[in-house]
């Protein structure tokens, strides 16, 4: 049962437009949500998260959206750099609980 | 760099052979997470442990997987009699005692096991 899904396995983007990544959820006791980012070889990185309390977390480039009724989140890069291009994982847990992951999105910004 | 550390890098074993896959977590982190990622899938929680405690193993296959994390050392992911679908990239992570940041795990660079 995969309860954080990210159903675009891959996304290209030309350099400087804006990057969307989305991810859906099942599980509504879900209370904290988080964008991880791979690249080959390595661990995963953490980006920005948001508490289920909010609907909007801004980090510089990153932000994040958190839509509670349609179980809903996304990640929004802008403008996307040619660096950005790696595998984009959206996570969600209950506060203190393991964290679940989704199958990841690959994402490539072309120059 | 005061990372997560996570060693051997990479992993050859025969079937029926052990693996014994080490973390240490980064420096003041008290939780260690353990998850496998497969070949083109995302990551699957294993475990959840705090020093001599397992809190979590709901991930954990329930046979010839352990895993461990003594008041000393580094947390043990041990595999016993590996089959061909071990092979995957373990990951483990670490976080902060309870708080604020309690969710944001910091990640090793992953052992990649392949089983021959």
């Known amino acids: 049962d995969q309860q954080v899904k990210q159903n675009s396995p891959s996304l290209s983007v030309q350099e400087g437009r804006i990057s969307i990544l989305n991810c859906d959820y099942t599980?509504?006791?879900?209370?904290?949500f988080l964008w991880y980012k791979k690249y080959p070889a390595e661990g995963p990185t953490f980006l920005i998260s948001?508490?289920?309390?909010?609907d909007k977390n801004e980090d510089g480039r990153f932000t994040v959206f958190l839509n509670k009724s349609a179980k809903h989140l996304s990640l929004h890069i802008v403008p996307s750099q040619p660096g950005d291009s790696a595998v984009y994982f959206c996570?969600?847990?209950?506060?203190?609980?393991?964290?679940?992951f989704g199958t990841g999105t690959k994402l490539q910004v072309i120059p | 760099n005061a990372g997560v550390m996570q060693n051997p890098r990479h992993l050859v074993r025969r079937r029926g052979q052990e693996a014994r896959l080490r973390c240490s977590p980064m420096?003041?982190?008290?939780?260690v997470y353990w998850y496998r990622q497969l070949p083109e899938e995302g990551l699957k929680f294993m475990v959840y442990?705090?020093?001599?405690?397992?809190?979590?193993e709901s991930g954990m296959p329930k046979e010839r997987f352990s895993a461990e994390f003594p008041k000393e050392g580094p947390s043990i992911l041990r595999i016993q009699q590996v089959v061909r679908g071990d092979s995957a990239a373990y990951f483990c992570?670490?976080?902060?005692?309870?708080?604020?940041?309690?969710?944001?795990?910091?990640f090793g660079p992953g052992t990649r096991l392949t089983v021959l």
């Open positions: 992570a670490s976080s902060p005692p309870s708080g604020d940041s309690y969710n944001e795990q910091f």
């Open positions: 599980n509504s006791m879900f209370d904290y």
């Open positions: 948001i508490s289920s309390i909010k």
């Open positions: 996570a969600a847990s209950v506060i203190y609980q393991k964290v679940t």
């Open positions: 420096k003041g982190h008290s939780h």
């Open positions: 442990l705090q020093k001599e405690n397992i809190i979590d």
